[in-house]
């Protein structure tokens, strides 16, 4: 019998190890799956904004909804979620299909998809924590934030493949259309790649359906209770008492898990640093393509793609490396608040350098140069006319912008003051153009072509040095995530991880995530030179923006939320500090085998 035990105990072990392993691929696979999608929507709101013809503040309500639909289920799911079958509440996904022309429906789309992400990141962490050892934990944890890396640069690139796809893929003639991906008019494909990443959510959902409720604990021998048939310990009495909990027993405890977060400094201040640093992070993130499309003159598709080249596969290492270095070195939780500290404030110092990153403003008659070619420090709309197109009776609010010969963009060809025109689609000339002869054009040839005139040279070089230093950045941002996200799970109760990680999200979604496009959207929008019309002849999207202003909010918000956040990580240094050291005197005065156990447990 006793051979026959351990023989059972031995495949049960295997099992077990099998199914975390299982359970690992599949959570990273599900974290792949949701920060794809994530990534893809983020990248496609512009296409969105162009799409609808909505300012940028209502794409960040849209942008925000994903946060207002985890919000409804956040704190219900992390805490009731840990009391039953996570694997299984993990695997429901929800995602709605567009199908209307409305941006509202879009903007319900991403509350359900808030919704069906729910679970993964409470559930799924407290799972893996329970079953992982402790010096294993945060190199498990840095495999998902991989994870996390690799899904938005799948999705970046599947956004850069749908940008440069006509909006109406399949039915229209693109031969016809004589506007380019570098046109503040065109909209890529953003509907193609949401119904891709949906159907990736779907297949990833699967494999949890046949995991067990709970995994045996690394390096112990006791079984999950799905095992109990053939443990040598049955396991009965522990399933009666399951089965005799019910609702009421499992919210009891709601209040009083509640009330011990709030008391606990720790965590309270790592929420603070939370809401400031990801709201500095979600408001830039969200409009990055709109920026590097305003300041450096990239088409939508080129935008995305080198964000998600140039960022995500250093944060990757920067992940990897960083929790294989918490593993190694087994780094109490004052050293992992120091490690974050620092290293964060080196990424925030070198941050500054990118306000130099700077590219000339475009020339566009009429709103940041006059017509005679001279810059111009304010703009209405009257200053669209001048007396090369006055007797033209040009509309004012269309934006159809050509580029004359002389390197000025008008912003339709009748400003330009053109008199006629040869050629179709993309290749259409305007020539005999007034204001192009106007501006003591020195060609005899005043013509104009389709689109906006290219930027200045330096453009391409501030923008390579622009890339290089958010990669630079990213990477070391990367390398202080693990030590601080190490700080939250081990500033918490092993019973309340899940609910303390539900309520940090909580927090994050409520005071950052909803809010922060919106005010970053309404703050951009304020920038706006010349806003479109829509068919109603209501205002639409903005098609070009004062980028100097632009620059100055879009980068000096962030440093301003960022700066903040650095006084309650200072106050953390200091608890973390005074704690360790009262923990240091009770150790030397204990016995020798006590102090081996409180030395294992500060690791």
């Known amino acids: 019998p006793l051979v026959t035990s351990v023989k059972v105990l031995s495949q049960s072990q295997r099992l077990t190890s099998r199914q975390s392993s299982v359970f690992l691929l599949a959570l990273s696979l599900a974290f792949v799956g949701k920060t794809m999608s994530g990534a893809y929507m983020n990248s496609m709101y512009t296409q969105i904004e162009k799409q609808f013809n909505i300012p940028a503040s209502l794409v960040g309500i849209i942008n925000g909804s994903f946060e207002i639909g985890n919000l409804l289920l956040i704190a219900f799911v992390s805490y009731f979620g840990a009391k039953l079958h996570r694997p299984r509440i993990i695997a429901l996904e929800c995602e709605k299909e567009p199908g209307s022309l409305l941006w509202i429906f879009v903007m319900v789309g991403n509350i359900v998809r808030g919704m069906g992400e729910t679970p993964i990141m409470p559930l799924g962490i407290s799972y893996l924590e329970d079953f992982a050892k402790a010096e294993n934990s945060p190199f498990y944890l840095g495999c998902l934030h991989t994870a996390t890396v690799i899904g938005p640069f799948l999705g970046f690139?599947?956004?850069?493949?749908?940008?440069?796809?006509?909006?109406?893929?399949?039915?229209?003639?693109?031969?016809?259309?004589?506007?380019?991906?570098?046109?503040?008019?065109?909209?890529?494909?953003?509907?193609?790649?949401?119904?891709?990443?949906?159907?990736?959510?779907?297949?990833?959902?699967?494999?949890?359906?046949?995991?067990?409720?709970?995994?045996?604990?690394?390096?112990?021998?006791?079984?999950?209770?799905?095992?109990?048939?053939?443990?040598?310990?049955?396991?009965?009495?522990?399933?009666?008492?399951?089965?005799?909990?019910?609702?009421?027993?499992?919210?009891?405890?709601?209040?009083?898990?509640?009330?011990?977060?709030?008391?606990?400094?720790?965590?309270?201040?790592?929420?603070?640093?939370?809401?400031?640093?990801?709201?500095?992070?979600?408001?830039?993130?969200?409009?990055?393509?709109?920026?590097?499309?305003?300041?450096?003159?990239?088409?939508?598709?080129?935008?995305?793609?080198?964000?998600?080249?140039?960022?995500?596969?250093?944060?990757?290492?920067?992940?990897?490396?960083?929790?294989?270095?918490?593993?190694?070195?087994?780094?109490?939780?004052?050293?992992?608040?120091?490690?974050?500290?620092?290293?964060?404030?080196?990424?925030?110092?070198?941050?500054?350098?990118?306000?130099?990153?700077?590219?000339?403003?475009?020339?566009?008659?009429?709103?940041?140069?006059?017509?005679?070619?001279?810059?111009?420090?304010?703009?209405?709309?009257?200053?669209?006319?001048?007396?090369?197109?006055?007797?033209?009776?040009?509309?004012?609010k269309i934006w159809d912008p050509v580029c004359g010969n002389n390197g000025i963009t008008y912003v339709s060809p009748c400003l330009a003051g053109c008199k006629a025109s040869r050629g179709t689609g993309k290749s259409m000339v305007f020539e005999n153009c007034t204001c192009v002869a106007a501006s003591g054009s020195s060609s005899p040839n005043v013509s104009a072509i389709l689109g906006q005139c290219d930027g200045k040279e330096n453009c391409d070089k501030m923008l390579h040095y622009f890339l290089i230093l958010t990669l630079v950045c990213s990477f070391i941002f990367s390398l202080a995530a693990m030590p601080g996200y190490m700080v939250l799970i081990r500033s918490l109760k092993p019973e309340e991880k899940s609910f303390g990680v539900g309520i940090h999200a909580l927090a994050s979604r409520v005071f950052a995530g909803i809010p922060s496009p919106v005010y970053f959207g309404a703050l951009i929008d304020t920038t706006c030179l010349k806003w479109g019309a829509m068919t109603c002849g209501g205002e639409g999207a903005c098609r070009m923006y004062d980028i100097v202003t632009y620059r100055w909010l879009y980068l000096g918000l962030p440093a301003v939320l960022r700066g903040v956040s650095y006084i309650p990580s200072a106050i953390i240094l200091l608890i973390l500090k005074k704690k360790s050291k009262s923990e240091r005197r009770v150790l030397l005065n204990a016995p020798v085998e006590l102090q081996d156990k409180e030395q294992e447990a500060l690791k």
């Not at 005799?244 to 965590?267: C, T």
């Not at 941050?351 to 990153?357: K, Q, R």
């Not at 940041?368 to 090369?388: D, F, H, K, M, P």
Request: a negative charge; aromatic letters at 14%; one cysteine or more.
């Open 157 to 396: 690139l599947l956004a850069s493949f749908c940008a440069e796809l006509f909006v109406d893929l399949g039915s229209v003639d693109t031969e016809g259309i004589t506007i380019t991906a570098t046109d503040a008019r065109w909209v890529g494909a953003w509907w193609l790649g949401i119904l891709i990443c949906a159907l990736l959510n779907l297949l990833v959902g699967i494999p949890f359906w046949f995991l067990p409720k709970s995994l045996v604990k690394e390096g112990e021998t006791n079984e999950p209770e799905e095992m109990s048939k053939t443990s040598v310990v049955p396991l009965q009495e522990n399933d009666k008492n399951e089965a005799k909990q019910n609702i009421y027993e499992i919210a009891k405890d709601f209040i009083p898990f509640l009330k011990a977060l709030f008391r606990n400094p720790v965590y309270m201040l790592f929420i603070c640093i939370t809401v400031l640093q990801f709201s500095a992070f979600n408001g830039m993130i969200s409009f990055m393509p709109k920026y590097l499309e305003q300041q450096f003159g990239k088409s939508a598709s080129d935008a995305i793609f080198l964000i998600g080249v140039y960022n995500l596969p250093i944060i990757c290492v920067g992940y990897f490396f960083g929790g294989l270095f918490m593993k190694k070195l087994k780094i109490n939780i004052y050293q992992a608040a120091n490690i974050a500290f620092w290293v964060s404030l080196l990424d925030y110092l070198l941050y500054f350098a990118a306000h130099w990153t700077v590219c000339d403003t475009s020339q566009v008659a009429g709103l940041t140069v006059s017509y005679e070619g001279i810059q111009q420090v304010s703009y209405a709309e009257n200053t669209l006319l001048a007396g090369c197109n006055r007797d033209c009776d040009c509309p004012l």
